[in-house]
């Protein structure tokens, strides 16, 4: 993996009381949409869909992923795509860092450095994709732009 510094930027009002002083696990709230949901805090925007494709995108990226000044998790590339993690991903922000977990619980990387994210790009979550108009909107009311599908493994 890359560097040890993340790259964080705060939501705001999210940011305040994000890390439990216990656990150090931040408190998540959740917005759900058909096939799509985000859970919000710690300065991050975590969008993860909520069902497992009958089919998935074989790209790859590998690089970087950084939260940007909304909190939305974004590929470190050209057109800074919104990562939409497999259903079961989730994060928890240990410290200054967070971290973002398989469904098993398994670490897959931590933000602000590299990750091997195998899916695909897409410019709009559309209905071929098995994504409603709720989904959309929700996805672009939180973060805007084109969008990273990373295939469930």
Same mark, same amino acid.
């Given at each position: ?21 216990? $656990?150090? #696990?931040?408190?998540?709230? $959740? ?8 859970? #919000? ?8 869909? $909520? ?46 860092? #967070?971290? #973002? ?12 450095? $590299? @990750? ?14 098995? @994504? ?22």
């Amino acid at each position: 993996m890359g560097g040890r510094t993340p790259v964080l930027l705060a939501l705001g009002a999210l940011a305040a009381g994000a890390c439990s002083s216990v $656990t150090g #696990i931040a408190p998540q709230d $959740t917005v759900a949409a058909d096939n799509i949901e985000a859970r #919000i805090g710690a300065g991050v925007v975590f969008l993860t869909m $909520t069902f497992t494709p009958d089919a998935s995108m074989d790209a790859l990226f590998e690089g970087p992923v950084t939260a940007d000044e909304n909190g939305c998790l974004r590929l470190v590339s050209a057109d800074l795509h919104t990562v939409v993690w497999p259903h079961g991903h989730s994060f928890e922000q240990v410290g200054g860092t #967070i971290r #973002i977990l398989d469904a098993s619980g398994d670490l897959v990387g931590r933000v602000g450095e $590299t @990750f091997r994210l195998p899916g695909g790009e897409v410019e709009s979550l559309h209905d071929g994709l098995g @994504f409603t108009q709720a989904d959309r909107d929700l996805a672009e009311s939180h973060c805007p732009g084109r969008y990273w599908i990373v295939a469930p493994e």
